[in-house]
């Protein structure tokens, strides 16, 4: 198989919306916080929690659809935590997110350690299977690249559209803009900056989790430590080259998967003639790449990062 | 209720903190322990017996005090300029990296004492090269090197695990990925006899004075706290952000750079893939809880140490798995935010 | 007017640490009356107002609102009562729209949609009726301060506020739409609205207002009709004692110190001075004088060699070719007075001795090798302290707990210190008490006797009037030509604060 030719292959495109699909959740729930003014660094162990809950869930006799959502409620409770530390105390968000990352990442591991003992191969479990949908699924090519997907990925792209509609056209929505651009305004206006804070962080919260659950009952089928592998960096990186709009994080996702499934094709393409880790950095130094194209363009959040508090001289 | 500035932050109140952090995170901790079966008094003095029990226990958990000291202070220093440096565990293995090629290839060229400090020398120039990039880019186009640094963590171990594999692996290793080893003659003098400790402790708390006595006695020191409080007051005042800042990340990246240098020649002679348990993120909690003082840092590296140590035994005794020690460094950091906010502030109906 | 009042506050307290901002005060409005809240700056007023709107809770006191009392600490409640607040520094999203802004709040949040479309209507109804024209989808950010203010007003009416508060609402505008605003607010108070403004401007407290309350140090110190009081009355009144502001004695201007031919200056891509010249002499003032916002923030930063001129030339001492960076101002004898204290002036979070030796630290005084002489620095904060009355403070004290006067004190301090021969005022005395007032003014012509010039920037007419040797207006990022002092009176530098001067095509 030729370079070029894996464009044509429609695995290709199949895997750009699998490998997308925790990028989309992660991306939107970062969004979702930084809108608000909070930036969320607890993302990546957020994600590893939810990872290890929703797999343990379905480990121990759930059903799927209830492990993301016992994965969902996790990621709100350590939401919380970054919130009630960032928001009432307005601690530094940058170390507190950090913190929640360590804390929840430490935390996953030793639960996970925990409950099971060690063993050579982690334990599996059934994952999501490809839902088919009649008529569309069968069309050639197309059914294998769009329509071939787990519940997950098309509830990721629905998540997007529902956040963009309910950010641009809902009262909800716009008290949370309003909340990352000015707090004071909207306190002026008798809402409740600080509340409107906590909520959007535990949503996000709940959205990263969800998305590094995808990872254990669809991607793979096991949890093993570290496997997050900093696909929460990432997402804050794709905030910022979404210019913190949901549907071009939707489109950000989706670019960066389709390198990331491009690169992974590629490597049996060109075997060894250049080391696997060369291929493996791709999808960081894109990363770093579209935070450098963005820098100038981003329309940031004028309160982000900005703490709020009441009554402040 | 709201929270209202204190006037004067007492003394005591900022040695307390670090305390009752400490205090709150241990028995939040317990509860976990609990849940593994075992008694938290139990664990916890057979986590005091495992760093201290014994003349081996106490040169180890000394050992493993050293690198945290360095990417500690790779924090303290930065975070003390508003500058986001996550990237301390990248810059250790980039140091660590030049230090094991350059101990491999001119021990025999250079003689040794002089081979030492062009080995440590390089690796932290490695370090604070690493962290340029991502400074730069945050001076010339406003990226946020939070982001950039953590991503480069990854890049750089994947380049690492590539030289290891590659061009530096050591042939010898039996496959395993390993780099090349340092030549004896490089090697760090042991500073207690049959103990892995070795002379990088003392190298690291010359850094933390060192550090201390830049930032208060000196104008660079003294230009670099006005630039973390308050750019546009510095700004006005005449002080260059940029060159202050990149001033800072070269002392950030290069004492990261000398912790993996020193990890290298001191104790494990060689790189591989897990040379640091996260060293450079542990570094981030080590400087918060010392307040980001540099003296501080060389007592909390010391307590994260314990901790490691500590926990490694208690876990063997216990079946507590060891990953607890983590869980309770994290948790002091987050209690740690909490106690130094009242150190500023207090509360008010 | 004896009607039950619509508005009613009594007996609050309230105190900060140990600032006691609000002591026991009470006062009632009446329906639609047109109250003035005057006292000088940190009297209370705003802190008053912001207990009364629910930002802050009172240690004490009650306010009640029609009759009914207000929970403490709740904005909501104030808006639902129907009390409408204009802060001082607007509480508006620049990066939304007019309606976003009008909007937010008034639905509730559990509401699928929002009615943008009834929205709309209803704020052109609104807009039409009070003469207070905006554009619903504009940006706010893109809008005029004046704008700005009526989108504040708007959104206040909006929710069909009786009570309307206002704080210093003509700080940011010229005196011709200060004139407009008033007229505007008469006609609300017609329509039964009832209005408190803050101000402490007596002219326009005299001219506006139907009663006056006097707020000095926390108290009430006296409520007149306005019709019974006098300018004079109102000032011993707002300021308690006796403070005579020193006045400026003729003296011949001598070389030119600083000039500037034709400058333009440009930042972030937008042009905010537009080919500015001016000349200032030894032991001469420059007043520029201007509305907040015209450009002033750039001259600024430029005169105190923080952006640069990006064509025309800037000379100090006649000399084209000397750097404009903060150290060779500094090192040329240059005094900076910046625009914010608390931002620009000095680090809050170090101590006294640091910021007073921060800008010279290079200096072999200061330090020797690259390491502070602390000795030598604590000395020299000692001596500043004591010669320029800074009170409150040794030199290790924590600039942050410094009363805003005492900080410019420092500041004007640090810079008059090694007597220099060109000194940038950029709104040196703004937010300060008469007698902190009356010190650095006194400070500052002493300078100019000893030959300073001085570059005086600010947005008070008074005191551009006061120190000026010669006047120059600042519009839309354009300078006026300058007027002899003894040519100005608020009324013609006031038309040229609005744009209109001899060959200007502006306004």
Redesign the interface.
Known sequence: MEALEIFASASLWGAVLRIATPLIFGTLGALICERSGVLNLGIEGIMTLGAMVAWMTVYQGGDLWTGLIVAALCGGLFGLLHAMLTVPLGLSQHVTGLGITLFASSLTYYIYRLSLPVSSSPPTIEPFQPLAIPGLSDIPFVGEALFSQTAPTYLAIFACLATAYVLARTPLGLAVRMTGENPHAVEAQGLDPIRIRIGAIITGSAFMAVGGAFLTTATFNSFFPTMVQGRGWVCIALVVFASWRPGKALLGALLFALFDAYQLRLQHVVESAIPYQVFLMVPYVLSIVALIVMSRRAKVPQALMAPYRKGER | MRLERRDQSSLALIVAAPVAAIIVSLTLSGGLIALAGANPFDAYFEMVKGAFGSRLSISETLTRTTPLVLTGLAAAVAFRAKLWNIGGEGQLYLGALVAAWLGHNIASVVPAPLAILVILLAGMVAGALLLLGPVLLRIRLGVDEVVTTLILNFIVLLFVSMMIEGPMKDPLAFGWPQSVSVDRDVLLPKLLARSRLHIGLLIAVAAAVLIWFVQTRTVFGLETKAAGLNRNAASFAGIALGKTMLGVACISGSLAGLAGAIEVTGLKGYVTLDLSPGYGYSGIVVAMLAGLNPLGVVITALFVAIVFVGADSMSRALGVPSFIADVIVSISLLTMLVCLLFTTYRVRR | MTAEPVLELSNISKS???LVANDDISLSLARGELLALLGENGAGKTTLM?IL?G???ADSGEVRAFGNILPPG???A???AGIG?V?Q?F??????TVL??V????????????DRTGARDKLSALAEKFGLQVDPDALVGDLSVGEKQRVEIL?ALYRDAKVLILDEPTAVLTSIEAEQLFKTLRGMTETGLSVIFISHKLAEVMAASQRVVILRAGKVVAEKHTADTDRAELAELMVGRRVTRPVRTDQAPGREILSARAVDVVEDSRKTLDNISFAVHAGEVLGIIGVSGNGQASLGRLT???TGASSGTLMRDGDESRAF???AL?EAGTG?I?E?RN????????AVW?NAV??R??DARF?KR???D?TACRTFTDELISRFDVRGAVPDT?TR?LSGGNMQKLILGRNLATSPNLIIANQPTRGLDEGAIAAVHSELLEARKNGAAILLISEDLDEVLALSDRVQAIFNGRLSEPIAATDADSKSVGLMMAGIWGDADAA
């Not at chain 3, 509480?91 to 939304?96: E, I, R, V």
């Not at chain 3, 931002?343 to 170090?350: F, K, Q």
Request: aromatic share 4%.
């Open positions: 900060f640490g140990n912001n709107f930002h802050y809770t709740r904005p909501r104030a808006i639902e607040m802060h520094h509480t508006l999203a620049g990066n939304l976003d802004n909007i937010i709040g008034t639905e509730s949040l559990s509401q699928l949609r929002s959104k105190c060699g923080l960076s903060p150290h500094v900076r910046p914010d931002a620009e002036g000095a680090v809050g979070e170090m640091e921060l800008e630290i290079h330090s690259g390491l502070v602390r924590g707990l």
